[in-house]
């Protein structure tokens, strides 16, 4: 808890929002300071709560693979993209260097 008794101070939304690089105002810091104040002291009531029989789980649903087999599909003609393509070279596309160039 600050010294205000809020569990968190005007200065830390400030310190977080520079860190996350965000340009939020006084106003817009006061905003959220209250919002981040009322969401602390909702997770204080659920520190309160009496979970000694309550198993930790990291899901709250079991989890399911969506993905799908991996099957080779037909893809397009190498020597098709590359005929399109503005320059091709060693049968790759060929683009112009942008390392190490003065720019």
Do not use: C, W
Not at 25 to 30: F, G, I, L, T, W
Not at 86 to 98: D, Y
């Amino acid at each position: 808890m600050t010294q205000s008794g809020s569990p968190i101070s005007a200065a830390d939304v400030a310190k977080v929002a520079h860190l996350a690089r965000l340009d939020i105002d006084d106003a817009q810091v006061e905003h959220f300071t209250e919002q981040l104040a009322k969401v602390m002291v909702h997770f204080g009531d659920i520190d309160a709560l009496d979970l000694s029989g309550v198993e930790p789980m990291t899901q709250p649903y079991p989890l399911v693979n969506v993905m799908r087999e991996d099957v080779e599909q037909p893809t397009l003609d190498t020597d098709e993209v590359l005929a399109s393509a503005p320059a091709a070279e060693e049968r790759r596309f060929r683009v112009p260097p942008i390392v190490g160039t003065e720019g």
